[in-house]
């Protein structure tokens, strides 16, 4: 049950070390007095890269960002991702964004099926 300000009273008889297993269970910060704080939206440490090949060339398309590009080879398409990502985020507060302080770039590249 919650009660004021997102506390869940876990259980009166629970122990510390009992709250703190509840606690990996359900991703919630934790105290001694057996009560769990709801966390605010995790922070995100990876920002999501869709990658394709264009009629031309490859496409990098963030998932996470406004931020699409392309370059003729697939090294030329990370330099651009990246730089096109750092300027994105170029005088951003990352926190308000919902991102971690220092995130990565996951990309995922799609491939046509094979018949």
Do not use: W
């Not at 264009?54 to 370059?71: F, M, N």
Request: glycine share 6%.
């Amino acid at each position: 049950m919650a009660d004021r300000e997102g506390v869940v009273d876990l259980a009166p008889d629970l122990s510390f070390h009992g709250a703190r297993l509840a606690r990996a269970a359900l991703g919630r910060a934790c105290h001694p007095n057996g009560k769990v704080v709801e966390d605010p939206t995790p922070m995100k440490r990876t920002i999501q890269v869709r990658i394709f090949r264009g009629e031309q060339k490859y496409v990098a398309e963030c998932l996470d960002l406004p931020v699409v590009t392309e370059a003729a080879t697939l090294d030329e398409l990370a330099a651009n991702i990246r730089e096109a990502i750092s300027l994105h985020l170029e005088g951003e507060d990352l926190a308000a964004m919902g991102l971690s302080e220092d995130p990565t770039i996951l990309a995922t590249m799609e491939l046509p099926a094979v018949a």
